[in-house]
Structure formats: structure tokens, C-alpha cells
């Protein structure tokens, strides 16, 4: 499907899978060499992003890894005001999303920044949090990235289905679903997720695939985030023919090719 987003008043097209680098602004992400925290390190990964290929900086500054503990909101908000400006000078052209759970985050970064995406891996749709989440992206007419926290694609399709009604009926536009893996789901669930996420497409709105070194790679094949570059490749793959639109990754270079070999072969069909 030919998606569009519109970030900023600027269209960005779907109609070809997109790759999302990841900048995390944070001491203990789950893959150490993701952690950018001086100025220099985060300009650096940035440049990188966008050589590389990349077409979105998603910058994250409160970790969510399994059974970490939060920052508080002020401290998010500190490395969020050191990181985007940062951002906004080295690429003042680029489509930037921000990984956040908090509303109020949410806001900052939108009206202080411009940001042109809030990438949400908060609670589920029925929680409090989650609901001041969707007025507030709605307010802010930007586009927004829901992530389900269910263990199993029925469950998933379900969860993503009331989120999406409960958006529309607050007037947002432009939504992505992403399944996410490595939240709520075992091992196994998140390998019956991924089999099936062609279902995704019932919904018709775009999907954002987040698999990049995660648990579910390195613990399978007993080894750790730093040798898992290769699974990740192949998930990349299997999740492009499945028809995902944006890949979230650590590994730009990689994701891109990954991308263009798909392309070509689904192209040459």
C-alpha cells in the first residue's frame, strides 16, 4: 500500500520501506553500542544515520528494555533538550520521531522541536496514561506510532483495532501499528507474531517492525546483542515480506541493503 505521513507539512512516502536509525540518549540501553551521550557521539550517530541511508532519527531517552526502571520525566525531558538540538542543527532536513511514553514529553518535543513523529511504546489502550497519550498526539497532529503489548496476533490485531478506533474518534490522521516485539510476548509468541504479520495489513495502516538485537535473536541462537546483527538481517527480511514499511534498527547500513534486495526480488515476481 502507498502510504504517506505527513511530517511537518513535508510528505513522506511509504510506498517503499523506510529505515528508522536509532539514537538512544540514555547510560543503559539494552545494546551498548546504540548509548550516544556527549555531543560529539550524538552528532556522530546522526551523520551516520543519513549516510547510511537512513530517512528517520528516532531518538530515545528513557530506556524500555525488560524490567528496567524508568528515569524520571525531568531527566528525560534534560536529555531530550541536549540531544534535539543537536539533532535539528547536524540534519535540520530530517524526519525525526521520538521514542516516549509520557504525554508531556510528547508535547515538549513537538512544540519546542518540531519533532515530526512520536513513536509511543507505552501500556496498553485500556490504561490512563495510553488515553492521555492519543489527546495528546491528536492535539498535536503529528504522526504517531501505537505499539501493542499483547502476547499473540489475535490479541495483537484486537488491541490495535480499539487503538485505532479510539484515535479516529479524536481526530488523529496519520497512525503506524507497530507489533512489539520483545513487549509482553515469550520467546516463542514473539516468533508466532512475526509468522503472521501479514494479518497486520487487515487494518490497513502502515507497520513498524522493531526486532533489531533484540532478546528474541540472541537469546534463540545463545549469544548476545552484539552477535545478533546477522539474526537481525534475517528478521529484517522475513518481516519486509510480510509487509512491514519502516524497519527500526541499530544497524543502518545493513537494514538499507536488506531493503533494496527485497525490493528487487519481490519487484522481479
Do not use: W
Not at 515530526?116 to 497532529?141: H, Q
Amino acid at each position: 500500500m502507498n502510504y504517506t505521513l505527513n511530517c511537518n507539512g513535508r510528505l513522506l512516502s511509504l510506498a517503499e520501506p523506510q529505515v528508522m536509525g536509532i539514537l538512544n540518549v540514555t547510560p543503559d540501553s539494552f545494546y551498548g553500542n546504540s548509548r550516544q551521550q556527549t555531543d560529539t557521539a550524538i552528532a556522530h550517530r546522526v551523520e551516520e544515520i543519513l549516510t547510511q541511508g537512513g530517512s528517520m532519527v528516532d531518538v530515545g531517552a528513557c530506556s524500555t528494555r525488560p524490567d528496567s526502571k524508568p528515569v524520571s520525566e525531568a531527566e528525560e525531558m534534560e536529555r531530550l533538550h541536549q540531544a534535539l538540538p543537536i539533532v535539528r542543527r547536524v540534519a535540520p532536513e530530517a524526519v525525526v520521531s521520538v521514542d516516549t511514553f509520557r504525554p508531556s514529553v510528547a508535547r515538549m518535543v513537538v512544540e519546542d522541536y518540531g519533532v515530526d513523529i512520536i513513536n509511543d511504546v507505552g501500556e496498553s489502550s485500556a490504561t490512563r496514561s495510553t488515553a492521555d497519550m492519543f489527546r495528546m498526539v491528536a492535539r498535536l497532529r503529528v504522526p504517531y506510532i501505537y505499539t501493542s503489548r499483547k502476547a499473540t496476533m489475535r490479541e495483537v490485531l484486537l488491541d490495535c483495532a480499539e487503538a485505532v478506533d479510539q484515535l479516529r474518534s479524536l481526530g488523529q490522521k496519520d497512525i503506524l501499528l507497530d507489533p512489539g516485539f520483545g513487549f509482553g510476548k515469550t520467546l516463542e509468541q514473539n516468533y508466532e507474531v512475526l509468522n503472521g504479520l501479514e494479518r497486520m495489513q487487515m487494518i490497513g495502516l502502515p507497520v513498524l517492525v522493531g526486532v533489531s538485537r533484540k532478546s528474541m535473536i540472541y537469546r534463540l541462537l545463545d549469544t548476545e546483542p552484539e552477535q545478533a546483527l546477522n539474526g537481525s538481517t534475517v528478521l529484517h527480511t522475513i518481516a519486509l515480506q510480510k509487509g512491514a514499511s519502516i524497519l527500526r534498527v541499530h544497524d543502518v547500513r545493513e537494514a538499507v541493503e536488506c531493503c533494496r534486495l527485497v525490493r528487487q526480488t519481490m519487484n522481479s515476481k
